[in-house]
């Protein structure tokens, strides 16, 4: 049932982003859009609460139920980011909007981009981990949720790889490309009238 609940959100998040992007843009109905974006939270409280009563009628704590915590964690740390990125972009195509920038893909722009990235990360890891806490308090039975404990290890490990990810390009910052100089390429032309005899000779 908690799989079968994550999908329907999943899928309901993305009605909700359509049908609202959608009036906004399309029907210009901003407020109408507003409304229907700001409830996509709803979805998450809706399986939080489903999840809480399968654990109540005495479900055993499974990886199921871990996975509705990171669901939901991932909703919170990621999913403004990407509503952000899609109404950029529906601004763009139906509403005459500048096209949105793109990531940087440089320096400590790029740098910067990634740790805001790995925050959201943070914050989904937190979230889940407050779920599954609550979760086995809830249970109150040590002896039947260690396969909510494991996902706590697994939320923060995942954190802490996208960590080192991130913190790569801290360290080792990309550098954009030099430009080819267009004074008239003097060393491209030196090196041909340098070849130029070597094939004569041949």
């Known amino acids: ?34 409304a229907l974006l700001l409830c996509e939270p709803l979805l998450e409280v809706v399986l939080l609460v489903v999840t809480a009563i399968d654990l109540r009628n005495g479900a055993e704590p499974s990886w199921t139920h871990g ?26 195509r139906f509403g005459g909007a500048p096209r949105p920038a793109g990531p940087p893909e440089y320096g400590m722009a790029r740098a910067r981009h990634e740790g805001a990235v790995w925050l959201g990360t943070v914050v989904a890891a937190a979230v889940a981990s407050v779920l599954l806490l609550a979760a086995s308090w809830y249970v109150g039975d040590a002896s039947r949720t260690g396969p909510l404990h494991a996902w706590i290890f697994q939320a923060w490990r995942v954190t802490g790889i996208h960590g080192v990810i991130a913190l790569t390009y801290l360290v ?8 080819a100089e267009r004074d008239g390429g003097g060393g491209e032309g030196e090196a041909r009238e340098d070849r130029e005899p070597v094939r004569a000779e041949r």
Do not use: Q
Not at 1 to 29: D, H, N, P, S
Not at 81 to 90: E, F, I, S
């Open 67 to 92: 996975l509705a915590a990171l669901y939901i964690g991932y909703t919170a740390g990621h999913g403004h980011r990407t509503v952000k990125w899609l109404d950029g972009h529906a601004a763009h």
């Open 172 to 179: 080792f910052p990309r550098r954009a490309p030099k430009r």
């Open 1 to 34: 049932m908690i799989v079968t609940m994550i999908v329907i959100c999943e899928v309901g998040f993305w009605v909700l982003l359509a049908a609202g992007l959608a009036a906004r843009y399309l029907l210009r109905m901003p407020r109408t859009g507003a």
